[in-house]
């Protein structure tokens, strides 16, 4: 190559860097300094102003053909009524959101996020890493609206204190597919092997990594715990002394087990899941990975036993065509876990007068109803009804549709038998030693 | 101190004033450096990123070293055996494959392209999907054997199902340099040889130029088998349990609110490279050692004929598997997102409706438009940095080298490069952009790229362009006028390549982009996560027709190109004769 040549090319490659350096700029165009936006002073009419014409970016679980329809429908309205755009960003699982969030916080960039659907362990992370907006719920008008209900103002034991709004409530609800011949008349956690050694292999329950899964397996640790006021306190992790005691260099001899560990390596859970796990879908050998996986296995004939957090699923399912139109739904006697479902800002939000927005309107009448209704998605309200009028409140009847279907867990059986959520600090005792018992 | 580097500086930008030998080597050194300077600039998140990963990792271990005590408990390694299983399966499907469609390249059979092109407008997710409503316990096998009364089907599949898509992904990425090697004169020369001296077509291929060949595509086979270590987005949706894939375990652990096990995914991340390496290291002793086994091997007559016999109609036969292959995906993910209602056994669905299809394309329009968007830059800037540095490589012993680094980047496994590119853009603040992602979409484009364009970028006839330069015209002119336009035809075929290969990043746009910037994968393996089969399939099916789309676009114009670039080089070569000639009658 001549030097002519070598020049034109310098020039050539200066205009590739001064490209590059562009779309660095543009990088950095993105990155804004993060200014935490105080808007607790400014009235509600202020916000929705300033609200138009924002991009929210609203996260959530985007795994349900229902409940995907349902935030299409969230953000028609919201670009008619407010003219605010909401880009729905589906989640494989909320724990990516949160993941992103904290380090997000951690390097003190704005957050990708604007409005997460969370509960659970996701909301005490965020809330222990300081990683939320604060005090929304008293922001926003529909607030006034919401029911008294406790279960709605704490979070797996830890007080909202408003920084997260409620959105639907939930129980963990069973139901079967069994014919009439082979209908169980009571139902509880002891008749689930007896009925597993009837009909070996037709139940089987997600892996603990899953929420649901998790959640199946805290029901089992509080039906069988004799001490149940211990899972309502934080569980002493001295995480030397998980193993079984051998020297292997990394946990101290000296340490004196705490009581917790003793308890949860010696529960009786452990014992059930011994029984359980050869009566299993493929005796235990496999699991599903998610609560989905589990619904496709029942809603194939595989299993015959399946579990949900949402009451109305199986009418859901059946009305879409993927369940057996047998399908009975029932809450073991013993009891399930019940909690609720949150909306949350975090901290470096973007654009929190949208989000605030976006979570007021998912507390009007208007979208409460289209939630509850199981044509649509089936989820209950958080509303407070006697607060409406009689016309008002006769939108939630959905006890026509109810009726038709031996799916359906009657109203009056919704909310009975519950088990509150106990300490969070469980959960990753629980899911390690899960994990060294039966993973694979 | 300063008046050093201010000497370095003039010595780099000021004029030559020696002989022309020094000047040569100034030019080489100032092209070396320029080169340096351009590769870290494109692949600043992977070098930094690397260096950040192993320092939070390290530190992490080191504050908390019961983390290493949880990683043994947690059973990983019967995820890391299956890996050392997988792995060399895959491999061996692979070279089998190059086996018989390089017998079918060599002896000329230009249909193989079609069995490419059919390969690459399928997108992997969608075999992965097709597969999965195939061989799940419910899927259509089960229906089928139900409806003749065959009971005890198991779906026990999954890592069949699992090396099926990879070998789907990976085959397209190998034909391409195969016909490169194929159609090196040598390689003809040496088979033609081979067949004076009593060989058969097939023994010609197999004892004397497949080796040869295959020892030249050690560091795609490499590649090859460090993609296959850790797929995410194939074992997200096959659902790979038993034991469960790496790369979902990391993933599923990385995004877990609790940092210890977060710092467990990063320990796995750092085996999971130290693994590949491992491979890496073993491929090239491995093969190197074959190579010179298979070439000592004597030929004899029954080889010969056998080899003959068996490959005889190899190209049609390839074809129509590819061509089947792709039309049975394509119907099985239709048939599941026209299905309204399919209750098991049934072999045809009961109800159809093409409601959710039509509610899907209405939400993934301005999806596709951004995963276009994002493919086309990557894409564009994959290929002009491939020209760039080969450009100033040109004519250097070193360019082979060059070529070799930069394909290394393709040697280290997705999940591990992700996670350095996250923490890098992490630290820098620019997470959640779109040029963000563009740029982590590069570091696997523009190796692709280079892949793709090696041969020709090689083989290119410069003196095309000294006999411009004869006629008076300068670098850029012919540049412009005569290396682009010869070129062009391959020049889009890359950048096709660069543009389905960013279509196919899932791990990068999802830590990246932080949901923010969504692509129509990111958007069907959230979807899996919900089991929902006919959203599934009708997302499949939209990823599928813009690929499709894609290809049939590009290889219309590819094609409009070839016939046109002959034409418009001899009418600018009479233009340029014609000027000339008119200046020197003046």
């Known amino acids: ?440 | 101190m300063a008046a050093t580097l201010r000497a370095l500086i003039a010595r780099f930008f000021n004029k030559h004033s020696g002989s022309r030998s020094i000047a040569n080597t100034r030019i080489k050194e100032r092209n070396y450096v320029l080169v340096a300077l351009l590769s870290c600039v494109l692949f600043l998140p992977s070098i930094c990123g690397i260096c950040i990963f192993f320092v939070r990792t390290i530190v992490g271990v080191a504050k908390t070293p019961e983390v290493l005590r949880d990683f043994v408990a947690g059973n990983w390694w019967k995820s890391f055996l299956d890996v050392t299983i997988r792995v060399p399966v895959v491999l061996v499907v692979v070279i089998m494959m190059i086996f018989v469609l390089g017998f079918v390249l060599i002896k000329g059979h230009r249909t193989v392209s079609i069995s490419q092109m059919v390969l690459m407008v399928t997108p992997h997710i969608c075999v992965a999907v097709a597969l999965s409503f195939l061989l799940f316990p419910t899927g259509l096998i089960a229906r089928v054997l139900q409806a003749f009364s065959v009971s005890g089907y198991e779906y026990r599949g999954t890592r069949i199902a699992l090396g099926l898509t990879l070998i789907c992904k990976m085959v397209p990425f190998v034909i391409l340099p195969l016909l490169h090697q194929i159609r090196d004169k040598t390689i003809l020369r040496e088979y033609q040889f081979a067949q004076t001296l009593g060989h058969s077509e097939g023994s010609a291929w197999a004892i004397v130029v497949f080796p040869q060949v295959l020892y030249k595509l050690i560091p795609l086979l490499c590649v090859v088998a460090v993609y296959t270590i850790s797929p995410v987005d194939i074992s997200f949706i096959l659902g790979s349990r038993d034991p469960a894939a790496v790369g979902v375990r990391i993933q599923q652990l990385y995004f877990l609110p609790f940092a210890q096990l977060r710092l467990q995914a990063r320990v796995a991340a750092a085996i999971v490279i130290l693994l590949s390496l491992g491979i890496v290291i073993g491929i090239w002793k491995l093969t190197g050692a074959l190579n010179t086994g298979i070439t000592g091997l004597s030929s004899r007559g029954a080889i010969r004929t056998v080899w003959g016999k068996c490959f005889g109609a190899t190209g049609h036969v390839t074809n129509m598997f590819f061509v089947l292959a792709m039309l049975a995906v394509m119907v099985i993910l239709c048939m599941w997102a026209y299905a309204r209602r399919w209750e098991y056994p049934s072999v045809f669905p009961q109800e159809w409706d093409a409601g959710i299809l039509m509610s899907s394309w209405k939400t993934l329009v301005p999806v596709i438009e951004q995963s276009i968007v994002i493919a086309a830059w990557s894409a564009a800037i994959g290929v002009c940095g491939v020209l760039f540095i080969h450009e100033l490589m040109r004519g250097s012993y070193m360019t082979k080298n060059v070529f070799f680094v930069i394909l290394s980047l393709l040697l280290i496994p997705d999940i591990f490069k992700t996670i350095c590119i996250n923490d890098f853009f992490l630290l820098t603040r620019r997470h959640g952009s779109m040029s963000a992602v563009i740029w982590a979409h590069v570091q696997t484009v523009l190796p692709y790229c280079y892949v793709m364009l090696y041969g020709t970028l090689t083989r290119f006839n410069y003196r095309y362009m000294h006999s411009v330069y004869l006629l008076g015209k300068n670098y850029m002119h012919a540049v412009i006028r005569v290396y682009i336009p010869l070129l062009l035809p391959e020049i889009m075929l890359a950048f096709l390549f660069g543009m389905l290969v960013s279509l196919g990043q899932y791990t990068s746009t999802i830590f990246v982009g932080g949901g923010r910037i969504q692509t129509l994968l990111v958007w069907l393996v959230s979807l899996s996560s919900g089991r929902d089969r006919r959203l599934l399939a009708s997302t499949g099916v939209l990823l599928m027709l813009l690929q499709l789309a894609l290809v049939l676009c590009f290889l219309a114009c590819i094609f409009y190109l070839r016939r046109s670039t002959l034409l418009q080089s001899l009418k600018t070569s009479s233009r340029v004769y014609k000027t000339r000639r008119q200046e020197g009658i003046r």
């Open chain 1, 1 to 440: 190559m001549c030097t002519v040549q070598l020049k034109k090319m310098k020039l050539m490659v200066f205009f590739l860097y001064a490209c590059l350096g562009l779309m660095y700029v543009n990088c950095t165009k993105q990155v804004m300094v993060l200014e935490y936006q105080d808007i607790s002073t400014r009235t509600w009419e202020t916000i929705v102003e300033e609200a138009r014409g924002q991009e929210v970016f609203f996260n959530a679980w985007g795994g349900s053909s229902t409940i995907n329809s349902y935030i299409e429908w969230v953000k028609a309205r919201l670009a008619d009524v407010y003219q605010i755009k909401l880009v729905f960003v589906p989640l494989d699982t909320t724990g990516s959101a949160v993941t992103r969030i904290l380090q997000e916080r951690a390097s003190e960039s704005p957050s990708s996020v604007d409005v997460l659907w969370v509960n659970g362990q996701n909301f005490r992370s965020l809330a222990e890493n300081d990683a939320l907006f604060g005090d929304i719920l008293n922001l926003i008008p529909n607030k006034d609206n919401i029911s008294a209900n406790p279960l709605l103002y704490q979070d797996f034991t830890l007080p909202t204190m408003g920084r997260e709004v409620p959105w639907g409530t939930a129980q963990l609800t069973f139901f079967h597919s069994y014919g009439d011949q082979e209908k169980i008349a009571v139902f509880d956690f002891s008749t689930l092997i007896l009925n597993s050694q009837i009909f070996p292999g037709t139940f089987t329950y997600p892996t603990p990594l899953d929420f649901h899964g998790l959640s199946f397996l805290k029901t089992l640790l509080y039906v069988l715990s004799s001490d149940k006021d211990l899972l309502f306190s934080p569980y002493q992790v001295h995480m030397d002394t998980m193993t079984d005691g051998s020297d292997d260099g990394f946990s101290d001899s000296s340490d004196v087990l705490p009581i917790e560990n003793e308890l949860l390596k010696a529960h009786p859970l452990w014992k059930y899941l011994d029984t359980l796990h050869p009566l299993l879908y493929q005796k235990g050998e496999v699991f599903p990975i998610n609560h989905a996986e589990m619904l496709e296995w029942y809603s194939d004939g595989l299993i015959r036993y399946a579990f949900s957090f949402n009451p109305y699923e199986a009418i859901n399912k059946i009305l879409d065509g993927s369940f057996p139109k047998t399908t009975t739904s029932f809450v073991p006697q013993e009891g399930t876990l019940a909690n609720a479902h949150f909306l949350t800002i975090p901290k470096g939000s973007r654009s929190p007068q949208a989000a605030l927005v976006l979570i007021n309107f998912l507390l009007s009448l208007e979208a409460q109803v289209r939630k509850a209704d199981p044509k649509f998605w089936g989820d209950p309200t958080v509303l407070e009804l006697s607060r409406f009028s009689v016309e008002q409140q006769s939108q939630f009847a959905f006890d026509d549709m109810v009726s038709q279907y031996p799916a359906a867990l009657p109203p009056p059986e919704i909310g009975v038998n519950t088990i509150p959520e106990f300490h969070s600090s469980w959960e990753l005792p629980l899911i390690e030693e899960w994990q060294r018992r039966y993973a694979r």
